[in-house]
């Protein structure tokens, strides 16, 4: 019975929400194990689209779904989501359990986060401004308040205090216009605490109990390996584990009960936020594509930046993850191209190279050199065979995987859970099951 990690193969805004929904349905439960609310998950059920901040995509299935220890919480947002999920007749309460060792986002946490991004003397990164990194800050600096500590009222006030001291000294010494109600905000999350403490639980107990009596896991990443706070392109990155080994910790199961980890991946490339990328078409190209693909993000609805392919990118980030199969998304918003070009390797004084840079300032020397890939005639939108798509296509999905060396198991041809090719005899036919 296999247990899966499903994540983003390079900046985040793959398509994971529809993978993981399109999946769920033959697993049990379906685990989210790093980042906040500033991460959408956009999943399309027929005519209803639904955006996903915080709860795993599972839940639309009817599915177990759990938020591990390694996500930062904000209980509001939690609650607005349910609220709205449950207007649409999903009930989350009898299906949702929340890890009690997940740290707590406070209003102050949004504060100190746009003011990091605003002073002068700092690179902005491009952040979402809601507070996910300044409460990863908390939790690395063993400040931070775990959900248990806010079910635990008496503890809750105590500890609550004293974080909240040392936000008022810092907005007093960066000379911060601190408008927050402290009081009011202690108590607003007094009364949060009452409304989840039923689905509050030891979330790694449960999944490793559950893998114990043979039910099957989906882990579900948020962003992307190239915002991985390791492995990506720092500073501009996230403020978590977003590859793989961030399942283990981010959910509390033993690395033995992972087999397989599947990558998601445009047939294109985007970005959101600041920082470098080195295959972006600032030109009429990369207009078409975010126009053709809609990208722009499901939480903020910022413009993404776009570009093309990036071999070098996605061999780092598969030997980062061990990829046993590729999902490949939208790949019908290059039905339109007569020329796709596709980025091998790169240029670096002179010398062409496959290996992706450790520091921005290399990234943002390099020139990216191109292949001109193979394109076709016709349309891909809603395919949902291999034979049916064009001859073009087929050549151009056989490409990518060869110049990555990772099989491609799955396409997906537009936002329905219909409208995807299973390949069959893949890899990733068998470890979905």
Not at 163 to 184: G, M, N, P, S, W
Not at 370 to 396: F, I, M, N, V
Request: hydrophobic residues 40%; aromatic residues 8%; proline residues 5%.
């Amino acid at each position: 019975m296999n247990n899966i990690i499903i994540l983003g193969a390079q900046w985040g805004d793959e398509g994971k929400g529809k993978v993981v929904d399109l999946l769920s349905d033959r697993f049990d439960i379906v685990t989210r194990y790093q980042g906040g609310h500033n991460a959408g998950h956009t999943v399309f059920v027929g005519p209803k689209k639904f955006v996903l901040k915080l709860i795993p995509s599972g839940i639309l299935r009817g599915k177990r779904a759990v938020i591990g220890n390694g996500v930062v919480l904000d209980p509001g947002a939690l609650l607005e989501e349910m609220e709205a999920l449950g207007r649409a007749g999903i009930d989350v309460p009898g299906h949702l359990a929340i890890s009690n060792r997940a740290h707590i986002l406070f209003p102050f946490h949004r504060l100190v986060e746009k003011v990091s991004e605003a002073r002068a003397d700092r690179v902005a990164i491009g952040t979402t401004s809601r507070g996910i990194g300044p409460c990863y800050e908390d939790k690395i600096a063993r400040r931070g308040i775990r959900v248990a500590d806010l079910l635990d009222t008496e503890n809750f006030r105590a500890l609550y205090a004293s974080l909240a001291q040392d936000k008022k000294t810092l907005a007093r010494a960066f000379q911060i216009a601190d408008t927050i109600d402290y009081e009011k905000a202690r108590a607003e999350y007094e009364q949060f605490a009452e409304r989840i403490r039923p689905m509050v639980c030891d979330t790694s107990r449960l999944l490793n109990e559950a893998i114990k009596t043979g039910q099957r896991i989906l882990f579900e990443g948020a962003q992307g390996t190239m915002l991985d706070i390791d492995h990506g392109t720092y500073p501009f990155v996230t403020s978590s584990s977003a590859a793989a080994g961030g399942a283990c910790t981010g959910a509390g199961v033993p690395p033995t009960k992972i087999h397989g980890v599947i990558g998601v991946s445009k047939a294109y490339c985007t970005r959101v936020g600041g920082g470098p990328f080195p295959t972006e078409d600032g030109g009429a190209a990369g207009e078409r594509i975010r126009k053709a693909g809609n990208e722009f993000g499901a939480v903020t609805g910022r413009p993404r930046r776009c570009g093309w392919f990036d071999v070098p990118l996605l061999r780092y980030t598969s030997a980062v993850n061990g990829f046993d199969s590729l999902v490949i998304t939208k790949l019908d918003v290059l039905d339109d191209f007569a020329e796709i070009p596709v980025c091998t390797g790169y240029r670096v004084q002179g010398r062409v190279t496959d290996e992706v840079p450790a520091t921005i300032g290399q990234m943002e020397a390099l020139d990216p050199v191109y292949e001109k890939a193979p394109w076709w005639k016709g349309s891909t939108r809603g395919a949902t065979s291999y034979d049916s798509l064009p001859d073009g296509a087929k050549r151009y999905l056989d490409y990518l995987a060869a110049k990555v060396g990772v099989e491609i198991g799955c396409i997906s041809t537009g936002p329905e859970r219909n409208e995807t090719i299973l390949m069959p005899d893949s890899r990733f036919t068998k470890l979905i099951g």
